[in-house]
């Protein structure tokens, strides 16, 4: 198992990419501390997982909330011993996400506040005790909306991810010699229930799907195959980078 002995702290692990992030990385052999902050959802993760075989807490929270974040680190060693893998994917996308023009500074706010500061507070907390623990991994979810421009736009949402890709970069020189690995994943268009609010017809629908190569939307799985590359031993040498995975739509000029 590809991540054996390892201990990961998933944030947004209560559906979507989080969970299935969550059961991949049970599946290879991670013990997991999982946070969201819909308490049903990540204790249903939780559940999930023990269910399979693997070894998991649920610690509902707040990423915006400092105590909250320190103490899903704190129970996390407690619980497993240690902290090696620090896997950052919660985050929004409101529908009053739209141009610069006409969004609400409160907007920008609580986008930032979730998608920038909330996984800075988790590196604050998360990353010393993987220093402690004689390194490891931090993987941070930004979006392949950060790379390109798009004519549709989200702007709180795509600078969020922009900035994180910045700060990805910033860890990996600060944190790389203490042995903590930073990179980042950018997903493209991915089925989720947060991806499917935004298809309110088939034509919206059909509008992404025609500008992927590979003709389909990704699914979980395919960013969880990402994740465990970038938390497992094999990307020992792997620092700093972003991972687009995407089906190639930031390649499709027209």
Not at 62 to 80: I, N, P, Q, Y
Request: aromatic share 6%.
């Amino acid at each position: 198992m590809r991540l054996e002995g390892k201990v990961a702290l998933i944030t947004g692990a209560g559906s979507g990419m989080g969970r299935e992030v969550a059961l991949r990385f049970a599946q290879e052999g991670a013990k997991l501390v999982l946070n969201d902050v819909v308490a049903e959802a990540v204790e249903e993760t939780a559940q999930m997982v023990t269910k399979a075989g693997g070894q998991a807490i649920a610690v509902p929270g707040s990423v915006t909330e400092e105590a909250d974040v320190e103490r899903a680190v704190k129970l996390g060693v407690d619980k497993f011993g240690k902290l090696d893998t620090l896997y950052n994917n919660a985050g929004i996308m409101p529908d009053e996400d739209e141009s610069v023009l006409t969004m609400d500074v409160s907007v920008w706010m609580r986008v930032l506040n979730v998608n920038l500061i909330g996984l800075a507070l988790c590196c604050k907390h998360g990353i010393p005790q993987i220093i402690e623990a004689g390194g490891g991994a931090v993987v941070n979810v930004a979006s392949f909306v950060a790379l390109v421009g798009c004519s549709v736009p989200q702007d709180a949402y795509t600078a969020s991810k922009g900035a994180v890709i910045a700060l990805t970069q910033s860890l990996a020189v600060q944190f790389g010699p203490k042995g903590v690995r930073s990179n980042a994943i950018c997903p493209g268009p991915i089925i989720t229930p947060l991806m499917e609010t935004l298809f309110a017809t088939e034509e919206a629908k059909m509008l992404r799907l025609r500008r992927i190569p590979m003709g389909r939307f990704g699914q979980p799985q395919d960013i969880a195959n990402a994740a465990v590359f970038l938390a497992s031993d094999e990307a020992a040498w792997v620092n700093g980078e972003s991972l687009v995975v995407d089906g190639g739509i930031t390649r499709n000029y027209f």
